[in-house]
């Protein structure tokens, strides 16, 4: 078995994190969080979400947000957009990299963005193809790729089907969602060389959140099947505010642990990013769940 050398890794924190935290939080604590980020080495740094105001309010600053931020040489922060209003919305504040996003379940399509899989693919073949004609580069969610919060069976073969009609429609990378985090490593290996046979593994990350607590030992199946990128939040804030009991992504901290104790190269400096969990943690007034930050916290002072 042979492992990645190096990983990147995707930095969910200010989109896929603050979305699911219920206190407020103002827009310059949001600019300086992804301005400490942007310090970290960390070269994907994914800002706000342009979705309806009234879907994820905690977010609907996004367009200072997204003017304000210090846009680092060499970082990418990419911007959640569901449809051409959102897509209009990011380029209006300059956006160059937006994700759009479905998933395999129906029943969860519906609730989080009201549409069917269909609906939404025929929705992001407008966003894709402007954005393609923008030069905007284009991120591909594939939402409960492991399972469903609302009980309707999800297969390998359905996750398969849409990620390949997503890289039809023009998307440069897909990220595979655990969003409601029930996957175990045996569904990663049985995923992953079935999206092989039709994608580039270097267009395909890795999107664990870590409900049940497997989402360090799913990342660890991904290196082995041959993946190379993953989503992280940092302090492991997060969830999905439609998906009933989804918690954070796993912990960004305990990923760059996890691979540089291994010889895997990040570029990403893990005291940089305990510096920005720690900023967060103090406006949002509770505890990060990630164990590497928790350790950190309580070993050392700096
Ligand atoms: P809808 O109500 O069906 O849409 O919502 P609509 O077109 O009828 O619009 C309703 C209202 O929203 C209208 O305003 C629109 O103008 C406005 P009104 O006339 O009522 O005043 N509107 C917008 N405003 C600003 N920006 C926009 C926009 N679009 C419409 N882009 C819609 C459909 C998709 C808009 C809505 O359901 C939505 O925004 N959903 C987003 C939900 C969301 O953000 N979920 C979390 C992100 S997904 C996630 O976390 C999973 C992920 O992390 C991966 C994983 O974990 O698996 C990515
Ligand atoms: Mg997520």
Redesign the pocket.
């Known amino acids: 078995m042979t492992l990645p050398k190096r990983v990147t890794l995707f930095e969910m924190g200010a989109r896929?994190g603050l979305?699911n935290e219920n206190a407020r939080i103002s827009t310059g604590d949001k600019v300086r969080y992804i301005d400490l980020l942007s310090e970290s080495g960390l070269r994907w740094i994914e800002a706000t979400?342009?979705?309806?105001?009234?879907?994820?309010p905690q977010l609907a600053d996004a367009a200072e947000v997204f003017s304000r931020i210090r846009k680092a040489p060499g970082v990418r922060y990419p911007v959640?957009v569901?449809?051409l209003?959102?897509y209009e919305?990011a380029r209006a504040v300059g956006a160059d990299a937006i994700a759009v996003?479905t998933a395999a379940s129906e029943n969860f399509t519906r609730r989080?963005?009201?549409m069917t899989v269909d609906e939404s693919l025929e929705t992001f073949r407008d966003v894709v193809r402007s954005a393609k004609g923008d030069g905007v580069w284009v991120r591909g969610?594939v939402?409960?790729a492991f399972g469903s919060p609302f009980g309707d069976a999800v297969t390998p073969q359905m996750v398969l089907d849409v990620s390949v009609k997503l890289m039809e429609l023009g998307c440069d990378e897909l990220?595979i969602?655990d969003?409601i985090g029930v996957g175990v490593p045996s569904q990663i290996e049985a995923l992953v060389p079935l999206l092989a046979t039709r994608i580039p593994l270097d267009k395909v990350a890795l999107?664990f959140?870590d409900t049940r607590g497997t989402a360090l030992a799913n990342v660890y199946a991904g290196l082995q099947q041959g993946v190379a990128k993953f989503d992280s939040s940092s302090g492991g804030l997060g969830g999905?505010?439609?998906a009933p009991g989804a918690t954070g992504n796993v912990g960004t901290e305990d990923v760059l642990y996890l691979l540089h104790q291994m010889g895997i190269e990040t570029g990403v400096d893990l005291a940089k990013v305990r510096a920005a969990s720690r900023f967060i943690a103090g406006v949002i007034g509770h505890t990060l769940t990630s164990k590497a930050y928790q350790a950190m916290e309580a070993t050392t002072t700096t």
């Open positions: 896929d979305q979400s342009f979705v309806s105001p009234k879907a994820i959640l569901p449809n209003k959102g919305r996003f989080n963005i009201n969610y939402s409960t990220s969602g969003t999107h959140h999905c505010p439609y």
